[in-house]
């Protein structure tokens, strides 16, 4: 049987919006498919955990205040999320765990928090708090080899600049910045995304693409995910996508 | 000018009840903006201000401290229909205003969105705020709570009036050490543990952190949600004196005993009996007969898709306003406790008022799921909330999809045993709609 190690970080603080069903949705596919899923905690007080024995390290999304808080315990795990991520553990960031892993985030009042630095790009609030980016989201992306439009709701202040390998372009909504074309951030073990939605509820896709890519990666040969019944979850999609792109 | 605005108000009311419109909220629309955005400043207001706020319950104790005053013979002005945002409370006040804006009453008993407490109050003064309690709601329109707890604050920093505080929420709590000097003036309301608090909390929720000192808050127990007994070791934040404490709790009856009263509520949720914890206190505050506080809290009910029930056919259903986790989470929890197979109508909407936003009901706790035998969703996300019940480990092929209400409330009521139905905000009054119309035409209008 197939084994997956997920690290969640933050858990009990960035879970404003949801983005814990991402977890709960990994799991459900997995389980659907023999893969044995372990998904360990990981927050301010525990023991520093061995990140490189994670298949895939997920952060989400937290308000200000929750962000202000784990920035500096963030800090502490920078040695270890990097050697994971070169070792090739998948990174998985919603929100405030996409911005932190930049230069920079500098909020709205202009207090500058530190990001790990892992990835070029740098995030900065606009000095009103009420230009926020709030609404559902449709992205096309070409992260799997073909084309998948994902739906999903962002929800940020903070415009994120310097992307140079975007998750995906914006089809309908705002995506890195106000009104911009791209979303997101990606490399072949990273995503990095503003969608909250969760961002896995309506797209499959994604989450097969990130199963597979973890029960991989350190094989030489391809094992192939069993198809599941999507039915549901493509119908929904298929509701929301209607509305918001055939106006 | 002021004279001019009410005139014009009053024109506008007359104008819409002419063709049978709601004059609810739209005559304080045009007036906020002619009014340079302070439409509850051109009115006079002599009587004592009671304004009642927080994320769930807002409604029903503003209801119950009304009655508290009716029923000693006093006059009160109410806002019932729940329009409670600066321009709903303008509106109120036109309909019951003299021509010079001289608003006549004994009591002026307003629930107002919580947002909107420092505008409104602003602008007329205030004597009692009564705040419930402060959960995740609809982030996407009221912005981060954190940023909504400290508009909240900074109004308080400068109330001088009482401030009446749900003590076991700390959200609320820290609301009592904004302004120091007003120190006498804060009261407290909790509850002891109940039979289903637990050690820890299995709920998403708000509140990990002493708002003063940064350090995580330790509880003591969790009622629900992050309603408990919780304390700051370091700075001792959640160390006070409480004005009154709900004990002796037992839900099966249901009961409760406050200020030295045995209580018999009719509604039997742990939420509810903070709710009418709250009516005590503001009874208590304002000596109110204790036999005029027994006989509100023991007879209050609602009809309004708050446990509402229904006959569909002879199948016993009811029907419980959930607009956010924390509501849901309840509603499961009393379907639970009963005994026997069940299913469930899930009734989910994304329109404006409900938050554009339905991430929420991924932090609903489906799994704790017992003998529900089939699931029927519906609304404008019928499929949303599908997907996630799915994804809980629900068996998919008990769920049926029917985004148009009445096939949904068909479908509930084709099989026999109970039935229960989630409705969010916009949701809840369609619902209420449908399961009527089936009811009354025993279920001939679909078929």
């Keep these: 049987m197939s084994k997956i190690k997920i690290l969640h970080m933050y858990a009990d603080m960035l879970d404003l919006y949801g983005d ?8 459900y596919r997995c389980s659907k498919r023999n893969i044995e899923c372990i998904i360990d905690k990981y927050s301010i007080g525990d023991d520093m955990p061995y990140f490189p024995e994670y298949d895939m390290i997920y952060i989400g999304g937290g308000a200000d205040l929750e962000q202000q808080h784990i920035s500096s315990d963030l800090v502490k795990c920078r040695g270890g999320i990097k050697k994971a991520y070169k070792n090739g553990s998948f990174l998985f960031l919603i929100c405030g765990g996409y911005q932190l892993m930049g230069k920079y985030y500098r909020d709205a009042d202009g207090n500058e928090i530190k990001g790990l630095g892992l990835f070029d790009y740098f995030t900065v609030a606009p000095s009103s708090r009420k230009k ?34 975007p998750f995906g372009s914006v089809l309908y909504g705002n995506g890195n910045c106000s009104k911009s074309d791209a979303e997101g951030y990606f490399e072949k073990n990273v995503i990095a995304t503003y969608l909250h939605g969760p961002m896995l509820a309506k797209n499959p896709e994604i989450s097969d693409y990130m199963i597979s890519y ?16 999507d039915k549901l979850e493509k119908d929904c999609r298929r509701v929301m996508l209607e509305r918001l792109l055939n106006k | 000018m002021k004279k001019l605005l009410i005139l014009l108000g009053k024109i506008i009311i007359k104008v819409l009840h002419l063709f049978h419109r709601n004059a609810g909220n739209l005559p304080g629309i045009i007036l906020w903006h002619l009014s340079k955005q ?11 201000i009671i304004a009642v706020t927080g994320t769930n319950g807002k409604t029903s104790v503003t209801n119950c401290i009304a009655q508290l005053f009716e029923k000693s013979g006093k006059k009160v002005i109410i806002n019932r229909e729940g329009n409670n945002l600066d321009t709903g409370i303008c509106s109120l006040l036109l309909r019951h205003c003299d021509m010079s804006g001289n608003v006549k009453a ?26 419930l309690n402060f959960f ?28 009446v505080l749900n003590g076991d929420d700390p959200n609320t709590a820290r609301l009592g050490l904004a302004n120091p000097k007003n120190e006498r003036k804060i009261r407290y309301f909790n509850a002891e543990r109940y039979k289903f608090a637990t050690d820890k909390t299995f709920e998403a929720s708000e509140g990990h ?36 404490t709900a004990s002796n709790i037992d839900l099966e009856k249901p009961v409760f005993t406050a200020n030295r009263h045995e209580y018999s509520p009719k509604l039997n949720s742990i939420y509810n009996i903070y709710n009418m914890t709250a009516v005590a206190a503001v009874g208590k505050l304002y000596r109110i007969k204790p036999e005029i506080i027994e006989d509100v809290i023991s007879n209050y009910t609602v009809n309004n898709g708050r446990m509402e029930n229904f006959m569909l056919g002879d199948r016993k259903t009811t029907l419980n306003l959930a607009k956010n986790p924390v509501g849901a989470n309840m509603t499961l929890r009393v379907m639970n406790e009963m005994n026997g197979d069940k299913e469930l109508l899930f009734v989910l909407n994304d329109n404006v008022a409900d938050g554009l936003d339905v991430s929420w009901i991924w932090d609903i706790n489906f799994s704790i799921f017992e003998r529900v035998t089939r699931v029927v969703t519906s609304g404008t996300r019928a499929y949303d909330i599908a997907v996630r019940i799915k994804c809980s480990g629900y068996d998919p092929s008990k769920i049926t999809v029917c985004p148009d209400l009445d096939e949904a409330v068909a479908e509930l009521a084709r099989t026999e045993g109970r039935k229960f139905v989630i409705a969010n905000y916009t949701a809840v009054q369609p619902t209420r709609q449908a399961l009527k119309r089936y009811s009354e035409n025993g279920g001939k209008n679909n078929e």
């Design chain 1, 20 to 27: 814990s069903g991402n977890m709960e949705i990994l799991k």
């Design chain 1, 132 to 165: 926020r980016c709030i609404g559902n989201i449709v992205v096309n992306t070409e992260i799997t080899g073909n084309p998948v439009k994902v739906v999903g709701f962002e929800n940020h202040g903070g415009q994120t600049q310097g992307v140079k390998t």
């Design chain 1, 214 to 229: 973890c029960i991989n990666r350190r094989s030489d040969t391809h094992i192939k995910l069993t198809k599941l019944n």
């Design chain 2, 38 to 48: 302070r439409c509850c400043s051109i009115f006079k207001v002599d009587c004592p």
């Design chain 2, 106 to 131: 004994d009591y002026l008993i307003l629930e107002t969105d919580e947002s909107h407490v420092p505008v409104v109050y602003s602008q007329m003064r205030l004597e009692t705020l009564v705040v």
């Design chain 2, 136 to 163: 995740r709601d609809q982030l996407d329109r009221n912005g981060e709570m954190e940023t909504l707890i400290k508009k909240i604050n900074s109004f308080c920093r400068a109330f001088d009036g009482n401030l």
């Design chain 2, 209 to 244: 952190f002493c708002p003063f000192c940064s350090e995580p808050l330790e509880y003591e127990y969790y009622q629900y949600s992050h309603i408990g007994k919780f304390i700051c070791k370091k700075c001792g934040f959640g160390d006070y004196e409480p004005y009154i």
